[in-house]
């Protein structure tokens, strides 16, 4: 079975500070793996794919398949960066994603 | 360039009355197409995907139904809605076999009454 866990429902840091939110998944095979974000009155879009092994807004993740985890950094939060956060897996050959329940990333001034 | 509609935005409908949500792409052909629901504290959950013309799989047993009439169209339906059907719907679609991420639609805010 396919799972996706991010273990903190809310998260809460100062600006300047680093950010880091956890994403943990359970497949047996080798996935591919996405982080969502949803600003404020804004759609669902895609920050970023493991696939792609790029930064976007200074975001960078990491699949790590020895601890199962795709957790999503960045160096330096920004306020704009306060937002809902959804890591999200594709098995191999599916056609859809598993998302988790995710995290809300609140950046204060 | 491809973009995704879905409507209305909001709907107010009361307990045993009908449901329909339509979702439509444009700019693409043949893509696969999802209904999710997005819930406080329990992330998205898949409700129905499609990979093509009345091609429908459903991932959870529930009072929802969905049917894809054309190559672009999606809809989430309901003979008798119940008040735990309340909730965010979004439609979202991605290409036929890619590595690409989903792109999702704008949401639906139902509320049952």
């Known amino acids: 079975a396919q799972r996706v866990t991010q273990p903190e429902k809310l998260l809460s840091v100062f600006k300047g500070a680093p950010v880091e939110l956890k994403c943990n998944y359970s497949?047996?095979?080798?996935?591919?793996l996405f982080w969502y974000v949803q600003y404020s009155r804004q759609r669902l879009q895609l920050l970023l794919r493991?696939?792609s092994r790029e930064s976007i807004k200074g975001f960078t993740a990491d699949l790590n398949k020895g601890e199962t985890s795709f957790h999503l950094k960045k160096p330096f939060a920004q306020e704009e960066d306060s937002a809902m956060y959804y890591c999200a897996l594709r098995g191999q050959g599916a056609q859809k994603l598993v998302f988790g329940q995710g995290t809300r990333l609140t950046i204060n001034p | 360039s491809q973009t995704i509609h879905q409507w209305p935005a909001t709907l107010v409908q009361p307990v045993g009355s009908p449901l329909s949500l339509e979702c439509t792409v444009e700019g693409t052909s043949n893509p696969n197409l999802y209904w999710y629901r997005q819930a406080a504290g329990r992330g998205l959950q898949l409700l129905f995907y499609s990979v093509g013309i009345g091609q429908i799989s459903s991932e959870v047993p529930q009072n929802l139904s969905a049917s894809r009439p054309q190559d672009r169209q999606f809809i989430l339906s309901s003979k008798k809605l119940l008040l735990s059907d309340s909730g965010f719907y979004l439609c979202a679609w991605t290409r036929t076999g890619g590595h690409d991420g989903y792109t999702f639609g704008s949401g639906t805010r139902l509320t049952v009454v």
């Open positions: 493991h696939i």
């Open positions: 497949y047996s095979g080798s996935p591919e």
